[in-house]
């Protein structure tokens, strides 16, 4: 029988420290070979690690949310398993952690009206902690009073459906009259003549993992980039005749075309003439680098969060190989098996609200990139045509620019680009 | 030809479940007949909670007397006294009579018909009662409630036929106090009996089965007690088996296997209490059980309509408060109100030496249940008053467990002199509701034991005032 202590791994270069996002398994519990023991998460890849043995937990380091040094002992495991010698466990420093306050047993000091008598207050050990606690919560009963519920339950309330106002939702007797007056008894609806009953609760939790990242880095962007935001339209009414009939025309293995890989291809044809906006800017060294390539980052909506896939030389792609490369990372960051590389590295951004539309946004930059370039809703719009109006399909394009590195007539001009381009697509394939 | 009565409600037993809710429902109109023969009061007034006080307060009062004849103390000297058990257990038998009359008088009042004799029904609404001079008669009732109450555990190698080997209710009617006493069984019962002994100067040693005292409260709450018994030269034989018998005592097992022999002149034998189950017709009534006890819902309702259970008879706890409160509930219902049975708690409180009360969840039971929790503690020698009354060195405290999120009250456990009579402030607190800043801001008169209550709402807060953080 030994003692295995696991490690935090090293899981990406340069990687010094990873937050634990989710424990699968708690001391006491037996885990088999392979089993995952917890998920942790570095920049945007989460990664899950596995127990190398078969045995039963001893003890777990961190909490969700924590913030661990690579190298710090997470898990220790006693096994069987073979040349595993008896081993020491090192407990792993924290970085930061949560304060707990559980149990306060503070010694004793001196008395109110004997204030010089010291005590003898034994020092008795808390009590221990019950060694796999029921993580069951719910079915929490109602705070009120004996009146209240006798009250409650005489009128057929389910005291459950009543807001309370008091402290720590307390149902005072004024609360159950006034649910009673608001019509009440129909709990299953909102009150029809009356009003509605108020609603007091809030719900805290704490905001770990991805949407953590999400939260640092978009904080990061917005303080210390100046956004300069510039929306011009589109006429699409040339693209989408062209797109609609590759669509129709396409052979059989080649993906439907959506407007992304025409917009990157766009891009690419206008940002060797721009390239301050295909660059990072780092600005404690006070340095900038332009890139030949073009990483095409496309800002993903996940079931955890906005993420940012990557398809990389998009420059060295044709449109069919882009439409495929698009939908397969952005699959991949959708089902979270997008890899390290396919989330990081990307030179300049394209944000989409796809169907959802809406006529503007203002996008904020992935930094260290300078540019980001969003897609609003296309729409059949009057527009001004010899003498009369004419219905066209009209998009907006809402781009925002680091104004430290892209001065807004570059951004401007660089718009224009690529809004003319869009509207002679077969420029595109020049 | 026995007579025959029809009545609206038919309450068999007279205990603390039993005349309350005869008295609630005679008040609310109902027309009742209780059926007891036991006695008025039942287990509680006249074998248990009030004659085992009354004794319990008498031997506090020989032991406090007894240290003052060894050692004089705050300048009070005596000679040693001494304990005449005759007259000792008829001031007893007197106050449990004035009780009990007291609760015929109540009946009476409130218009319940009393019948003492023995009910035994042959369907679920029809009983005979043999009443005293062997005349029956039929009662026949729209509902019933059936309150019959517990009797002690029998051991078999043990029986109380063996005039050396007494129940509970044996020992609080003994003429001569024994100079040994071997007690079988260290919960509530067999603690609070074996400690009043101890007290009157009997050698008292206790064999229990399990390797801990009073296993429903953890071992923080009980360690004063312990610590009594043992300054008190009280043996504990934990994890043992009590086997028979001998000359002059008993032989146990401990948990080697190794049997050993104390003296014991007498032997209490207080291994738990049993539902009274046989003998009055039960099962002829087609009510469901539930192990020993009769299974009833929140109502008190049994699984035949119009018959009702409360009291021990229900299940555990089997504590007196418990049954009065469904027997009230049960009353109303009769009356055609809507009720249940749904404290928030049933405070329970053990009268050791020192005392321990305990109300809601303790900080492993409320970990448990899914709880994140804080608690606060405060020692009761840290109290200008447990100190005055010489009751802070016993290693008594509050202790508050709530809810870390919004602070309201789960559990309140104290253990130390006197500390039973907080339990209603701690039972009100977890029935309304309280938070922890509700209990540190209500103002605690000074000097009483009760400060120690908000002085543990404002540690586990972190701001205590007597003591250090």
Known sequence: MGLLSIKLPDVGEGVVEAEIVEWHVKAGSSVAEDDNLVDIMTDKATVEIPSPVTGVIKSITGEPGDVLAVGTVIVTIETDAAGVAEEESTEAPILRQAQDEDEKDPPLK????????????????????????????????????????????????????????????????????DFIAAGGRLVARPASHTGRAKRTGTSTHKIIGLRRKIAQNL???????????????????????????????????????????????????????????????????????TFEAVHMGIATATPNGLMVPVV?????????????????????????????????????????????????????INAPEVAIIGVNKLQIRPVWQDGAFAPRKMMNLSSSFDHRIVDGYDAALMIQRVKTALENPATLFM | MSKTKTTDVLIIGGGPAGYPCAIR??????????????????????????????????????????????????????????????????????????????????LKSAGAEVLNGWAEFSDAKTCTVTLEGGETLTISAQNVVLATGSVEVELPFLPFENERIISSTGALALDKLPKTLAVVGAGYIGLELGIAFAKLGTKVSFIEALPRILPLYDAPVTRPVSRWLKTHGVEMHLSSKAKGLTKTGIEFEDKDGKVHEIAAEKVLVAVGRKPVTQGWGLENMGVDMDGPFVHVDERCATTMRGVYAIGDLTGEPMLAHKGTAQGEMVAELLAG??????????????????????????????????????????????????????????????????????????GIHAVGAHVAELSGEFALALEMGARLEDIAGTIHVHPTLSEGFAESAMAALGQPLHITR
Not at chain 2, 376 to 402: C, E, I, N, W
Request: proline share 7%; glycine share 8%.
């Open chain 1, 312 to 364: 990389k030389h998009a420059e060295a792609m044709d449109i069919w190989t882009l439409a495929s490369e698009i939908s397969r990372v952005c699959t991949a960051a959708r089902n979270g098996k997008a890899n390290k590389d396919e989330l990081s590295g990307s030179t300049i951004t394209i944000t989409s609200l796809g169907a959802l539309g809406g006529i503007a946004s203002t996008p904020v």
């Open chain 2, 337 to 410: 109100h809507r009720n249940r049975f749904d404290p928030v708690a049933i405070p329970a409180v053990c009268f050791t030496e020192p005392e321990i009360v305990g109300v809601g969840q303790t900080p492993d039971e409320a970990k448990a249940a899914g709880e994140e929790i804080i608690t606060g503690k405060f020692p009761l020698a840290a109290l200008g008053k447990a100190l005055s009354m010489q009751g802070g060195k016993d290693g008594g405290f509050v202790r508050v467990t709530a809810r870390k999120s919004d602070h309201v009250v789960l």
């Open chain 2, 25 to 106: 429902a005679a008040q609310l109109g109902l027309n009742v007949i209780l059926v007891d023969k036991s006695g008025l009061g039942g287990t509680c007034l006249n074998r248990g909670c009030i004659p085992s006080k009354a004794v319990i307060h008498a031997a506090s009062r020989f032991a406090e007397i007894s240290d003052h004849a060894a050692a004089p103390a705050m300048g009070i000297s005596c000679a040693k006294p001494k304990v005449d058990m005759k007259t000792l257990t008829a001031w007893k038998d007197d106050l449990v009579g004035k009780l009990t009359s007291g609760v015929g008088m109540l």
């Open chain 1, 110 to 177: 001196a008395t109110k009206s004997h204030p010089r008598i010291q005590s003898g207050a034994s020092s008795e050990p808390t009590p221990t902690p019950h060694p796999e606690p029921v993580e069951e919560r719910g079915g929490k009963r109602p705070l009120a009073s004996p009146a209240v519920r006798k009250a409650a339950l005489e009128a057929n309330i389910d005291l459950a459906n009543v807001p309370g106002t008091g402290p720590a939702g307390r149902i005072s007797h004024q609360d159950l009259e």
């Open chain 1, 219 to 289: 904080a990061h962007s917005k303080r210390t980039i100046p956004h300069f935001a510039y929306v011009e339209e589109v006429d699409m009414e040339a693209l989408e005749t062209l797109r609609a009939h590759l669509n129709a025309t396409r052979n059989e293995g080649q993906p439907k075309l959506t407007l992304l890989p025409f917009l990157s291809m766009a891009l690419i044809k206008v940002l060797p003439d721009f390239p301050n906006a295909n660059a990072h800017y780092d600005n404690e060294a006070g340095v900038a680098t």
